[in-house]
């Protein structure tokens, strides 16, 4: 089990045998505080949080947080722009050898 923790929130990654571990580090902290379980997580930090643990997926998305940023700041005149995507999918990927190197040339920061 991983424990993340932000302020006064906590996140548990967990596999299925990690279950039970997360159980009794909850218990425990129960016995000194108050702890709400919130259910699965889909919302944190300003990040939607998407998964889908059958098919290994785990997407997040910042665009509530870059829209509210974009209202706050008035920032309205800008152009059309296919980015940032709703969903990306196997289909999107470049598959012929040219796409391929035109994929690499577009800078990705890290």
Known sequence: MIVGTHVD???????PSG???RNKV???????MEVD???????ALDM???RDPRAGVLKLSQ??????????????GIRSSPAPLDDLTEEDLPKS???KR????????L
Do not use: H, W
């Not at 909850?26 to 000194?32: C, G, I, S, Y």
């Not at 919130?38 to 919302?43: D, H, R």
């Not at 035109?102 to 920061?109: D, L």
């Open 63 to 76: 665009r509530q947080y870059i829209d509210g940023l974009m209202d706050e700041y008035k920032i309205t």
């Open 48 to 50: 939607r949080v998407q």
């Open 9 to 15: 929130d906590l996140f548990c990654l967990f596999n």
């Open 19 to 21: 279950k039970l571990i």
């Open 26 to 32: 909850l218990a425990a902290l129960r016995e000194k």
């Open 102 to 109: 035109e994929a690499e040339k577009i800078p990705v920061g």
């Open 37 to 43: 379980q919130k259910g699965t997580l889909q919302f």
């Open 97 to 99: 050898e040219s796409e």
